[in-house]
């Protein structure tokens, strides 16, 4: 058994039982070998980006790992932006990266490169397999590595020879530690500053805790204390809809945000870090709370935050409180213009029950949580990185890993450019997508963005550098030609026709919504 196949070996027996690939000639041992090998399912994605952004999307639903097939130092420099996202919403992946053959190296040849380098901005290990009988070993740890809580990046650059040379045969991957409990000081502190600040007392959740579970727990502490709890600003996976915590976020406009956290003493993190704003404006503060403010960590986000809550709520003598959960409830439908309001209503009217929502709506959706809260259960997966072009990927990724669900792509218009070819992926793998194109035609937030920095009276060149019009895209010819079907809607009732249409069908299906 050749290095790659002691490899693929490893990695199935160790769970990781899909790979979104993007091959080329340094890797094709390990194509071949993946082929060979059963148990793992190959999702070809048509740009790097694409792979990181899927094994993200999918990690969040299932909590293990993807691996990624990346080719060399530029393959994996393409993956990047959704790597950094997908280190920001805590997930794990194991990455395989192809690399020269050992010997083949010191001639310099064209793909050759820091491999190590690129890797080490953004993985938690990169190991560079320096032998064909150490692959299996290292991939073993690769997998350890990537599912250490609350989830890490794993990097592991294998070299062309290691691939093809006689391996060692398959390693054991050791068994995932579950997530550590908080220590009991942990919990008595948080206690404290819960019991000095009473109804100034803010508890942010992120990562885990903001699962169905965990958030009951934050909100019989809010009914016996009075303090307040919100979620991060962005978070991986949320479980909401009726029958669930009704949790807001911070804001994200710094103003909104400072309104929110007003008068807030004591800040109690639990999976979550203490808010900052996104970017720093001219006279307004970095802090998105009041900077005198208490700051307590309950929970890492490595940490068990069910646990946690839940001895927090004995310790504060909450656990009999009721939780106020989400009654069941839609909003009517608005008729006529496809304004931010009607759009909502369609989404909050007609949102499928169990859905697994993707959401790069960046301005288009601010009105969206307020309008689903009392949808049918669901999960609402968001950007966590900032690094625009995740939405239709991370897509990919859920409805690989919940082949049974539908998942709903709420994807902004200039995002989605950046990864268009997951639409592609979605077709090849019949993938139960209703993916919604909010296409306004613009960079729309940059807009705002222009006049909030203070850069005034903006001319022609700023606004064509906003505006994706001239020529307009045309999302219905770019679905086609990936295979996807599509509609283009301009009124609120069109659109609730096809996303209704939409979700009753199996398989990708793409509305261009114009807005
Ligand atoms: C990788 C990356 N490149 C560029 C940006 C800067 N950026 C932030 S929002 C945005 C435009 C978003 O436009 P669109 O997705 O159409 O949403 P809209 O503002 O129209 O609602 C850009 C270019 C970014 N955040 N990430
Ligand atoms: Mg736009």
């Not at 690129?118 to 190991?127: E, F, L, Q, R, Y």
Request: aromatic fraction near 6%.
């Amino acid at each position: 058994m050749n290095g790659a196949e002691s490899l693929v070996r490893t990695l199935v027996a160790g769970d990781v039982t899909v790979s979104f690939t993007n091959p080329g000639t340094s890797e094709m041992h390990f194509v071949a070998a993946l082929d060979r090998v059963d148990g793992m399912r190959c999702v070809l994605c048509l740009h790097e980006t694409v792979t990181t952004g899927a094994a993200d999307g999918y990690w969040r639903m299932v909590n293990k790992p993807a691996s990624t097939l990346l080719h060399l130092g530029p393959g994996l420099a393409n993956s990047l932006a959704n790597l950094h996202n997908l280190k920001r919403a805590r997930s794990g992946v194991v990455n395989i990266v192809g690399e020269h053959a050992t010997y083949h190296r010191q001639f310099d040849a064209p793909l050759t490169s820091d491999i190590e380098g690129i890797a080490g901005t953004m993985s938690h290990w990169v190991k560079t397999s320096i032998s064909a009988k150490d692959v299996a070993a290292d991939g073993a740890e690769a997998v350890s590595v990537a599912m250490q809580a609350p989830g890490q990046i794993a990097t592991l650059i294998l070299p062309a020879d290691t691939a093809w040379t006689e391996g060692a045969g398959p390693a054991k991957v050791a068994a995932p530690s579950a997530p550590a409990k908080v220590a009991e000081d942990a919990v008595e502190a948080a206690a404290r500053a819960i019991e000095a600040g009473g109804g100034t007392a803010l508890i942010v959740l992120g990562t885990w805790a903001v699962r169905a579970k965990p958030m009951e727990h934050a909100s019989k502490i809010a009914a016996k204390t009075g303090a307040k709890f919100r979620a991060e600003g962005s978070n991986g996976r949320v479980e909401r809809g009726a029958g669930r915590v009704a949790i807001e976020r911070i804001p994200y406009p710094v103003d909104t945000a400072l309104a929110a956290t007003k008068g807030v003493t004591h800040l109690i993190l639990v999976g979550a870090k203490a808010p900052v704003a996104f970017f720093a404006y001219p006279n307004k503060p970095s802090l998105l709370y009041p900077p005198e403010a208490q700051v307590v960590t309950l929970a890492e986000p490595s940490e068990d935050a069910e646990d946690a809550l839940a001895r927090l709520a004995d310790r504060l003598g909450a656990s009999k409180e009721t939780p106020v959960l989400n009654k069941p409830g839609r909003p009517d439908l608005i008729r006529g213009d496809l304004s931010h309001e009607a759009i909502a209503a369609v989404v909050g009217h007609l949102l499928p029950e169990n859905a697994i929502v993707t959401d790069e709506s960046v301005t288009t959706g601010r009105n969206f949580f307020r309008d689903t809260h009392g949808a049918p259960p669901h999960d609402w997966l968001s950007l966590t990185g900032g690094a625009i072009g995740e939405g239709l990927p991370l897509a990919v990724g859920a409805a690989v890993a919940c082949p049974d669900r539908k998942v709903i792509a709420l994807q902004a218009d200039g995002s989605g450019m950046y990864s268009l070819q997951a639409l592609w992926t979605m077709a090849r793998e019949r993938l139960d997508v209703t993916v919604c194109i909010w296409a306004n035609r613009t960079y729309a937030i940059l807009k705002g963005e222009l006049a909030n920095v203070g850069a005034e009276n903006p001319g022609r060149k700023a606004h064509d550098m906003l505006s994706l019009g001239d020529p307009n895209l045309d999302w219905v010819k770019l679905a086609a030609g990936m295979g996807v079907e599509a509609t283009r809607v301009d009124t609120a009732e069109g659109f609730a026709d096809a996303f209704a249409a939409a979700n009753k069908r199996r398989g990708p299906f793409l509305i261009e919504v114009l807005n």
